[in-house]
């Protein structure tokens, strides 16, 4: 099947700095890749849609100016949490589904970044 | 997207079969039910999807009831690896829904005990 890879796994940083997460699609063209957010024994919730050559579209409470997504190519979408605070320490997952002329029909999912703000 | 209900969580023996029910009474006549799972500290994994019909794959079975109002994803043989958040999803067909999310709700906890 597909694959969807994020980078890093796990990352822990100081409060005040930021963090970019990275989001690849490896054998297939996104133009569209999903953030998602996931914070302990609680279910993955949407911040945010990343569309390639344009603006994310956030959900609503999904700080925009806090939460950088970047979406320069057909096979990367970028997350940065800037001015990380503690509360901002969660699992931050990324999706992505291949077009639909190659016949999939099921969204994949990268093996998330557990953030740890210190 | 229709609303779904499942069990908080469940605990299935090692071998055994295990059966997970979901509710969606307000399917309607286009979405399909779809199955993820999230073993703990990883990504969501697709496991399952079917409009009508019962569905098998090399990892589960989908039982959809005649009148689509509920479903029931069936692990036939249960390892300890099986243990994990199972989500059951009712939504479009993805490939004709466009560029729109997933939409998770609790899902339930399976606990396989060896």
């Known amino acids: 099947g597909a694959v969807v890879s994020q980078h890093p796994s796990r990352v822990i940083c100081k409060s005040g700095t930021s963090v970019k997460i990275e989001c690849r699609s490896l054998?297939?063209?996104?133009?569209?890749m999903f953030w998602y957010r996931q914070f302990p024994k609680q279910s993955l919730m949407l911040m945010a849609t990343s569309n390639e050559g344009s603006k994310a579209t956030y959900e609503q409470g999904v700080e925009k100016d806090k939460f950088l997504i970047n979406h320069a190519s057909l096979t990367l979408s970028t997350l940065t949490v800037t001015s990380a605070h503690p509360e901002d320490s969660s699992f931050y997952i990324c999706s992505a589904r291949p077009p639909g002329a190659a016949g999939h029909t099921e969204a994949f999912f990268g093996q998330g970044t557990r953030l740890t703000v210190v | 997207d229709a609303k779904t209900t499942q069990p908080p969580s469940m605990d299935c023996a090692e071998g055994r079969a295990a059966n997970l029910p979901c509710n969606h009474s307000?399917?309607?006549?286009?979405?399909?039910v779809y199955w993820y799972r999230q073993i703990h500290s990883q990504g969501p994994q697709y496991i399952i999807h079917g409009l009508k019909n019962n569905e098998t794959n090399e990892m589960a079975s989908l039982i959809i009831t005649e009148d689509r109002k509920s479903s029931t994803l069936i692990l036939p043989h249960a390892t300890l690896r099986d243990t994990a958040v199972y989500y059951c999803?009712?939504?479009?067909?993805?490939?004709?829904?466009?560029?729109?999310?997933?939409?998770f709700g609790k899902g339930t906890r399976l606990s396989v005990i060896a």
């Open positions: 307000t399917i309607s006549g286009n979405e399909y």
């Open positions: 999803i009712v939504r479009v067909d993805l490939r004709n829904s466009g560029n729109t999310p997933l939409v």
């Open positions: 054998d297939f063209q996104a133009t569209t």
